[in-house]
């Protein structure tokens, strides 16, 4: 069975509060279903064929890195709408997820260039948004709740109103902590502000894009993993911050 | 007027402790809190007691090791002093110290005073109080959603002691602080290690400072000691670490940290390199104070580990060893010495997320838990708030579920840990659970067991 190939975009400049989580969740429940995975780290400058890649991820970011990365994708940012479009899986967190709008601008006014991919804008404010949070999410096609922590000055503000948002906020702040929609979701691709990581204690997102790596690569996923003690944590979140 | 109010703040600060005292509470904060409210320059005044000199030590691992052994070394050299205690490291916590140990007049004298302080709190600190000494152990992601990212935190410092005379001991290892001297001007003493046996060529993953202080390219190293800390050098610029006047060379670390310092032969029950560097940083700071080499040597060996410092207890019989871990580095070192350890192990976590604990539990995923798979485990037993994260994280670093326990209740997680097969049992716990384990573990030490201190000690 072929080897299913991860790019990890710029994971020196990119990885806060234990976003490289999503990948150690990724490639062991791969191995638990029986497919090999190789992680590839791309760093600034460096050659990727996106032919050979099955699913893309970035991780947050501290704003100093921001520009570095922006000046880079900005290079590659053709071939990635066309991946994208073209419905590969792809996970954008917080910074990364930033980057596929029009621009950030900062507290000091200072505005710093997106892909400009979507229609959406973020604006840094003083007071982060800080805390734990509860979605609900349909991207499987059912109503599921996803859990995490958000931490980010940022807001986002999404001007397109045919862009779907990855959530509808249940409890915390979302992408401005106004409007109750967090992340985008857009054919395969997700951004999100949520740390925690996302993927470990939400094995039904973590599922989704295997299902879309597997079934680009024309495999049907048949076996079902054991998520006890994903569950067990999921819940133990959820109770929490629904009784904070 | 002003006599008046001070003598006011000591004596509420002072009954106050007396009360908590009574009540069986752990008064290290509220006494200084409602004592500054009263006189506001209460610290001020009060440290103008110290005869000698005044020695701070922050950083984000091994403060409160590090300052715990300069207090042991003074108090063996005939010293008087005043320390304050763990977690109570906030300028509430340091002026209960001072109301504690002085009298009611606010007049008692003493040699030195050692200050745990928080990174965070170093700018009010200095505000109030003029040390001689900033001593800092290391920069490490630590509790980033408290006070955002590590380089605000450290540039805060520096603009902090730029207009003092205070001297600084600095860890030369560390890459973030290669340039508090050029940006200070302040007269700085540095302590560091060779090389040793016990170094890497590559790194873990979740090390902080990968970029140069002076001009932004990454760094590379020649070799790492742990974490961030190693033999570094840039590419572009030339940076590399600073010469060390304090130099740790011979490092043994099994059964336990034997190593030199300069001509100073150490040797100590501790385990662990972090360990080794929080006594190298001490006695750094204790020769600078010109304390005498033999006097050193026989407190370093004799100093008994404080709660969660690696305290030792005995329970049906079996050594239980209590850590507390904090962050990503803590953790791996604290697995890395299980890994040495080779006896069958039952092993303990308890994650909390509790404001002192940082809300974000995500550290864990920075922290290379996979090394848990080497440590010879028997069961492991996740507990605490959060048990079900810990419970997540161990599964995905490849242990077996049949070997994963829940139990969230600290008190059955223990009791479950304990019951295990494993020859001993490590507990390890965030830091507000710390203190209730401790309870616990207490509660089951086996009452005929010698005093904690004659137990103490980690492998024959």
């Known amino acids: 069975m072929g080897e299913i190939k991860i790019a990890h975009m710029y994971p020196d400049l990119m990885n806060l509060y234990g976003d490289r989580g999503n990948l150690i969740c990724l490639s062991q429940r791969l191995k638990w279903y029986g497919f090999n995975c190789k992680i590839t780290p791309v760093s600034l400058g460096e050659d990727l064929d996106f032919n050979d890649i099955d699913f893309i991820f970035m991780g947050g970011g501290s704003d100093r890195e921001q520009d570095l990365i922006y000046r880079d994708l900005w290079k590659r940012a053709d071939r990635l709408w066309i991946e994208i479009e073209e419905g590969m899986p792809m996970l954008a967190i917080c910074g990364a997820y930033q980057l596929l709008g029009k621009y950030y601008q900062a507290l000091d006014g200072k505005i710093m260039q997106g892909l400009s991919f979507f229609d959406f804008y973020t604006e840094g404010e003083e007071k982060r948004l800080i805390g734990n949070i509860i979605l609900e999410a349909e991207v499987t096609g059912e109503k599921v709740t996803v859990v995490g922590f958000e931490n980010h000055g940022g807001r986002t503000y999404l001007n397109d109103s045919a862009i779907e948002p990855f959530g509808k906020v249940i409890k915390g702040y979302g992408n401005n902590g106004y409007d109750k929609t967090e992340g985008i979701f857009y054919k395969n691709l997700i951004g999100t502000y949520l740390h925690g990581p996302l993927l470990p204690k939400n094995p039904d997102i973590a599922d989704f894009f295997i299902k879309v790596i597997l079934m680009r690569k024309g495999i049907k996923l048949d076996k079902k993993l054991d998520n006890t003690i994903e569950n067990f944590a999921h819940e133990q979140v959820k109770k929490m911050i629904l009784a904070g | 007027m002003r006599g008046l109010r001070k003598i006011t703040a000591m004596l509420t600060g002072k009954i106050l402790l007396l009360l908590m005292k009574v009540l069986g509470r752990q008064g290290t904060v509220l006494p200084g809190k409602i004592a500054r409210r009263i006189d506001p320059d209460i610290l001020k005044k009060l440290a103008k007691n110290i005869t000698e000199e005044i020695i701070v030590v922050t950083g984000t691992n091994g403060k409160t090791t590090t300052s715990n052994m300069i207090a042991q070394i003074l108090t063996e050299e005939g010293y008087s002093i005043i320390h304050n205690r763990a977690g109570a490291n906030m300028l509430t916590g340091i002026t209960t110290a001072f109301i504690a140990g002085s009298d009611f007049t606010g007049r008692r004298r003493y040699h030195y005073a050692v200050l745990e302080t928080d990174e965070a709190n170093v700018p009010l600190l200095l505000r109030e109080v003029k040390p001689r000494l900033l001593l800092i152990t290391n920069f490490f992601r630590d509790q980033l959603d408290r006070y955002g990212e590590l380089d605000y935190t450290v540039k805060m410092i520096k603009d902090a002691v730029r207009e003092s005379s205070i001297e600084l001991v600095l860890n030369a290892d560390d890459p973030l602080m290669a340039d508090f001297e050029r940006y200070t001007g302040l007269c700085v003493w540095y302590y560091g290690f060779d090389d040793t046996d016990y170094d890497t060529l590559v790194s873990s993953e979740s090390r902080e400072g990968r970029y140069c202080v002076f001009c932004g390219n990454e760094i590379s190293y020649r070799r790492y000691h742990y974490a961030q800390l190693g033999s570094f050098y840039c590419n572009k610029c030339g940076n590399h670490n ?115 604990d940082g809300r974000d ?78 309870k616990i573990l207490r509660r089951m030490h086996h009452k005929k067991a010698s005093k904690e201190g004659e137990v103490f000690r980690l492998t024959e």
């Open chain 2, 361 to 438: 539990v995500s550290w864990i995923w920075d922290a290379d838990v996979e090394i848990i798979n080497e440590t010879n485990y028997e069961r492991i037993v996740c507990s605490g708030k959060r048990s079900g994260d810990i419970a997540v994280r161990i599964k995905y670093s490849g242990v077996s579920e049949n070997t994963i326990l829940i139990k969230t209740p600290l008190k059955e997680g223990i009791e479950a840990a304990c019951s295990g097969e494993g020859e001993t049992t490590y507990i390890l716990s965030t830091y507000t659970a710390l203190f209730p384990c401790r």
């Open chain 2, 242 to 356: 600073p010469e060390p006047n304090f130099l740790a060379r011979d490092l043994v670390m099994n059964p336990h940290l034997r190593f030199k310092i300069n001509n100073i032969e150490i040797e100590s029950y501790y385990q662990g390199f972090y360990n080794a560097y929080n006594i190298l940083a001490a006695v750094s700071a204790a020769k600078l104070l010109g304390v005498e080499n033999e006097t050193i040597r026989k407190a370093i060996k004799s100093y008994i580990p404080r709660a969660g410092r690696m305290e030792v207890f005995n329970i049906n019989g079996k050594e239980t060893i209590l850590i507390l871990v904090k962050n990503p580095a803590g953790l791996n070192q604290t697995l890395t010495a299980m890994k040495h350890d080779k006896r069958r192990k039952n092993i303990f976590l308890a994650l909390n997320d509790n404001a002192a």
